[in-house]
C-alpha cells in the first residue's frame, strides 16, 4: 500500500506515501466510485504529495493517463496539494502536468501549495470535509511513524528502569 485512502462523505484524499505502485490507482477508483454511488454528487478529489515524497517511478507515470480518467466522471475537479517548493517539487509537478496533457483534461486539475490554499478554493461545506480528512492523514501518518520506531527500539534501549520520568520524579 503506497497511499492511504480518506474519505469524508463526498471527499476523497489520498495522502501518497510512494508514487510507484500502479495498483493503488485501482484502490483509489473504487474507494471513489463508492462514495459517489453512496452521496450521489460529484466527488472532491485531492492529492497529498508530502514534500519529502520521491517523484513518480517510470511505471507510475506510465500507468496515471490509463487509470486516471476513470476518476474524472465522478470528480470533475482533481485537487492536488504539492507540499513544498523546489527542485523535486517541481520535478513531480511536471510529471503531473504531464499526464493532464495527455488525458486532455487541463480544466481539471488545480495544483495547490498548501492545505489552506486548497481549502480557500473550495465551499465551506467541502473545506470542512478536507480539513477533517487531512487531519485523518497526518494522524494515520504520525501513527505509522511511531508503529515504526517503536518496531526499531529494544526494550532497555534508552537505559531500562530507573532512569525514565518516574526516577526523576515526574509522574
Known amino acids: 500500500m503506497a497511499c492511504d ?18 495498483t493503488d490507482l485501482d484502490r483509489i477508483t473504487v474507494a ?5 454511488q453512496r452521496y450521489r454528487r460529484p466527488i472532491v ?13 517510470e511505471r507510475f507515470r506510465k500507468a496515471l493517463p490509463v487509470k486516471f480518467p476513470p476518476l474524472l466522471a465522478m470528480a470533475p475537479q482533481i485537487h ?3 507540499e513544498g517548493r523546489g527542485f523535486m517539487n517541481a520535478v513531480k509537478i511536471a510529471a503531473l502536468s504531464a ?17 489552506a490554499e486548497l481549502t480557500a478554493s473550495l465551499s465551506h461545506e467541502d473545506a ?16 505509522r511513524s511511531a508503529e515504526l520506531l517503536r518496531a526499531h527500539v529494544t526494550p532497555g ?3 531500562g528502569a530507573g532512569r525514565g520520568h518516574a526516577a526523576n520524579g515526574v509522574h
Open 5 to 22: 485512502i480518506i474519505t469524508e462523505r463526498h471527499v476523497c484524499l489520498v495522502n501518497w506515501l510512494t508514487l510507484d505502485d500502479p
Open 32 to 36: 471513489v466510485q463508492a462514495a459517489h
Open 45 to 57: 478529489y485531492v492529492s497529498r504529495v508530502a514534500e519529502t515524497l520521491p517523484p513518480p517511478t
Open 80 to 82: 492536488a496539494v504539492f
Open 99 to 115: 499526464v493532464v496533457l495527455l488525458i486532455g483534461k487541463r480544466q481539471t486539475f488545480v495544483v495547490h501549495s498548501t492545505a
Open 128 to 143: 470542512l470535509l478536507v480539513d477533517r480528512a487531512y487531519d485523518r492523514a497526518i494522524d494515520a501518518q504520525a501513527h
Open 157 to 159: 534501549h534508552y537505559g
